[in-house]
């Protein structure tokens, strides 16, 4: 039997020279890998987070290729500060390439135009690879696009580590309907995640990834659940 969340490989479109690039995406998951580093389009519509699992703290939700692999929770013994941390756990020894993240939607509107870092601290055990994520979903030609994808490729940790700091920076563009963000776990293990903060920062500030739109051919379709700001980042608080 097939996964739900099943990937394909996406048809990349040549532009005219000064188009911005983009991917057509015709089906509705794809795990691909752009200009070097892996873009996680988890599905474009609400995108692709299907399925979403409410697992975990407050405002959080588990998604990705093999969601049902892993597990969400809100861990009370294993924090940096305050009195908890938020979990990703491989259910039993993964596949290398198997991954899921944790997931909170947030509104873009007050974020457009705007620089914006995620940042945070992620703890590991024995894990595969394990990191911060951020993606910025919109509408491009009144299509569903992925804005914006930040995964940290090659800078994610392995292994096992302490608690190790970690930032996304990225420019939220003026078609952004959601900002979607949480930490990615692949392969076997366990990490943890604390201290997470979303804050505007000045424009002298270094970008780590740069706008690449990839857009569907469906038309945008706004996910329930998404928070008017961000909510929860220290998850002391429960389900």
């Given at each position: 039997?097939?996964?739900?969340?099943?990937?394909?490989?996406?048809?990349?479109?040549?532009?005219?020279?000064?188009?911005?690039?983009?991917?057509?995406i015709?089906?509705?998951?794809r795990?691909?890998?752009?200009?070097?580093?892996?873009?996680?389009?988890?599905?474009?519509g609400?995108?692709?987070?299907?399925p979403?699992?409410?697992?975990?703290?407050?405002?959080w939700?588990?998604?990705?290729?093999?969601a049902?692999?892993?597990?969400?929770?809100?861990?009370?013994?294993?924090?940096?500060?305050?009195?908890?941390?938020?979990?990703?756990?491989?259910?039993?020894?993964?596949?290398?390439?198997?991954?899921?993240?944790?997931?909170?939607?947030?509104?873009?509107?007050?974020?457009?135009?705007?620089r914006?870092?995620?940042?945070?601290y992620?703890?590991?055990?024995?894990?595969?690879?394990?990191?911060?994520?951020?993606?910025?979903?919109?509408?491009v030609?009144?299509?569903a696009?992925?804005?914006?994808?930040?995964?940290?490729?090659?800078?994610?940790?392995?292994?096992?580590?302490?608690?190790?700091?970690?930032?996304i920076?990225?420019?939220?563009?003026?078609?952004?309907?959601?900002?979607?963000?949480?930490?990615?776990?692949?392969?076997?293990?366990?990490?943890?995640?604390?201290?997470?903060?979303?804050?505007?920062?000045?424009?002298?500030?270094?970008?780590?990834?740069?706008?690449?739109?990839?857009?569907?051919?469906?038309?945008?379709?706004?996910?329930?659940?998404?928070f008017?700001?961000?909510?929860?980042?220290?998850?002391?608080?429960?389900?």
């Amino acid at each position: 039997m097939k996964h739900p969340l099943e990937t394909t490989q996406p048809e990349l479109t040549r532009l005219p020279k000064g188009v911005t690039h983009r991917v057509r995406i015709r089906n509705r998951m794809r795990l691909s890998s752009v200009r070097g580093y892996l873009v996680l389009v988890l599905v474009l519509g609400p995108i692709g987070l299907t399925p979403l699992m409410a697992q975990g703290p407050q405002a959080w939700l588990i998604a990705g290729q093999d969601a049902r692999e892993y597990e969400l929770s809100r861990d009370i013994e294993v924090f940096r500060s305050g009195e908890a941390s938020m979990r990703l756990r491989a259910r039993g020894n993964r596949h290398r390439d198997d991954w899921a993240v944790s997931v909170q939607m947030i509104d873009a509107t007050s974020y457009r135009d705007k620089r914006i870092r995620l940042s945070g601290y992620v703890r590991s055990e024995d894990v595969g690879s394990g990191g911060l994520w951020l993606r910025v979903d919109g509408i491009v030609d009144e299509n569903a696009a992925m804005l914006v994808m930040d995964n940290l490729e090659g800078d994610r940790i392995k292994g096992t580590k302490e608690w190790t700091r970690q930032n996304i920076v990225v420019d939220i563009p003026p078609e952004s309907v959601t900002i979607l963000i949480g930490a990615m776990i692949t392969g076997d293990g366990d990490i943890w995640l604390d201290d997470l903060r979303f804050e505007e920062v000045s424009t002298t500030v270094e970008l780590t990834a740069s706008s690449e739109p990839i857009v569907t051919n469906d038309p945008y379709s706004r996910p329930p659940g998404v928070f008017p700001v961000p909510t929860n980042l220290s998850f002391e608080h429960p389900a």
